[in-house]
């Protein structure tokens, strides 16, 4: 057993140690990941023991095998708890990390702030969002990873399986140093029970979107994607925020964000949550401003705040499906609804049925699995039976592409369409449907973020004044069609200080399309340039343009039938991986379920040298306006006139064009 504590450069070089540090009790201060269900056979629990002890010098074999036993039979999963380091988890300074490549050390500390406890939602578990978004599956993964990223030179690239870093292979320059795939299945085996069994061999997992990437930058990182889809929402029924009623659920790692973005937005805003932990931890972190545990007082809170047209928001520790029906009875007037409960991942935590406590679905889910899913579904049933009435009222509701509808369907709820628009199977639209497809992706606005790799706050300042002084710049010249999203773009990077976004890494997201990001990311690598900041890494959320293939998300706004195919993802990777990306992911799940969609991202460090500004106009360009042609090929109205304005700026690029067809002809078959 180790006894000297080594320092944390030491640790980082040792990988696996030689000797085994000694065990560590469970911390229950900490928000652990629910017990997985049993669900593999005896001859696969010796597999799962033998797959997980091939990390381990045989010696050490005797004493992890129980070990390893007991956290399979207790947690569902081997997590290696033993090897989970002592230092703290945090996005250092990048030069803090021992490396031979700043490439490689601003990828530790992305992957350092994915399991920071501020950020992730079960860091023991090495999960950051979603109740399954992994960035590893056990810490000898972890821990082999930051030595070979500790190791490697820039002619190198770590490829990575699943969380499992197969090893340093020779590239070049300007190849990726990382490599990251999650959970890319055999198509045929991508059904939820297929995860369980898998993941719990330790031979995939899931990485969700920018879980898996490393490139998760807190509950900030959907804050602003979450503040213009309510902004949006508001607008597409005529209505201003102010004084008026946002309900929806879940406060835990993504949808954290929904009422952070309800009091940006100004509304009045109800999120439910039955996790009384994250609940304390968003109160905390001042990402709500109040807490109420009655239904009564909640009723009584909301129609005060209604008659002063306060911007407020307010978590109930408790069931949605409590709150509509009260609401309902209370005749409480809804304006915009949704839910942002996991149901990506309905029977390990991501959605907990009303008439259970916590405790009690914790412990069903892992016990009585069957019974579980069957409170699941009915719980789901009457949710949207109370939806239904509030929305025969005038609430708009919308699914926020968490799977909700979908499961809700296949729970046997009442929410499929009447009518036979292709492509519209729901009577509520996907939020990206009606307001960020043909508002912002199919125009070509998604997610850019950066991250200031010096973790000074003074340089994430200078980067929104920079970013903010481009946009401005470019709205003077912009075209009407996309004037009010340069306009909410510029109204966010200002108010972005003050709202206080920050959580872990000094980072930063906006919406932007190919000439914001590209103008953006030169202003900041001519910064960098001159030393007024430090090393900046760029990314994006998956959720963006040309990212995802997920047809009842990112692409359910798509309607020539090509939302169910993932040939956009695929091409967006491997773009990016030869145009000059630090690193990219491909990722089986994202936020709407295992075998659902396939989403990709990357990471890019800018340092100032003529290579980084190369590598940022020819990636940058691509990564968006690929996703808008495809968007374009669909005759999305949006695309189709932002790939003509894109072909017209740069002479390098030409698209294929849809032909329309005269509805007429069309009417006489």
Known sequence: ??????????????????????????????????????????????????????????????????????????????????????????????????????????????????????????????????????????????????????????EQTLVIYSGHPMGLFPSHKDAPRVVVTNGMMIPNYSKPDDWEKFNALGV?????????????????????????????????????????????????????AQPKAGNIAGCITVCAEVNPKITKVRLDQGWIDEKITNLDELVSRVKHAKAKKETVSIAYLGNIVEVWEKFDQANVYVDLGSDQTSLHNP???????????????????????????????????????????????????????NAFLLEASRAGADVLSDGNEYGREFKYPSYVQDIMGPMCFDFGFGPFRWVCASGKPEDLVKTDAIACKVLEEIKQNSPEEIQQQMADNIQWIKGAQENKLVVGSQARILYADAEGRMKIAEAFNEAIKKDEIGIVILGRDHHDVSGTDSPYRETSNIYDGSRFTADMAIQNVIGDSFRGATWVSIHNGGGVGWGEVINGGFGMVLDGTNEASRRLKQMLFWDVNNGISRRSWARNEGAIFAIKRAMENEPNLKVTLPNEVDENLLEKM
């Open 1 to 154: 057993m180790q006894t000297t504590k080594l320092s944390f450069n030491d640790q980082l070089l040792e990988g696996i140690p030689e000797q085994l540090p000694k065990p560590k009790p469970s911390d229950s201060s900490i928000n652990h990941a629910p017990k997985r269900k049993a669900i593999l056979s005896k001859q696969e629990e010796i597999l799962a023991l033998k797959n997980a002890l091939r990390y381990f010098n045989q010696k050490h074999h005797a004493v992890l095998l129980p070990e390893f036993k007991n956290e399979l039979d207790t947690y569902g999963r081997i997590y290696m708890y033993r090897l989970r380091p002592d230092y703290k988890m945090y996005a250092r300074p990048i030069d803090e990390y021992p490396t031979k490549s700043k490439q490689a050390a601003s990828i530790m500390l992305m992957i350092q702030n994915n399991l920071d406890y501020a950020v992730a939602q079960h860091p023991h578990e090495l999960i950051t969002y979603g109740g399954n978004g992994g960035v590893f599956s056990n810490w000898a993964q972890y821990r082999l990873t930051m030595k070979y990223l500790a190791e490697m030179n820039d």
């Open 347 to 401: 029977w390990a935590g991501g959605y907990y049925p009303v008439g259970l406590s916590f405790e009690e679905s914790n412990d069903m889910m892992a016990n009585n699995p069957e019974l579980f899913k069957e409170k699941v579904q009915e719980s789901l049933r009457r949710q949207v039976n109370a939806i239904n009435k509030h929305t025969a009222k005038g609430t708009y509701f919308f699914d926020y592409g």
């Open 204 to 256: 995939t997992q899931y990485g969700q979107m920018t879980a898996g990437s490393y490139m998760y930058i807190g509950p900030q990182g959907i804050v602003h994607g979450t503040t213009i889809t309510v902004l949006n929402g508001f607008r597409k029924i005529g209505k201003i925020p102010n004084g008026n009623l946002f309900v929806t659920s879940g406060l835990g790692g993504m949808s954290g």
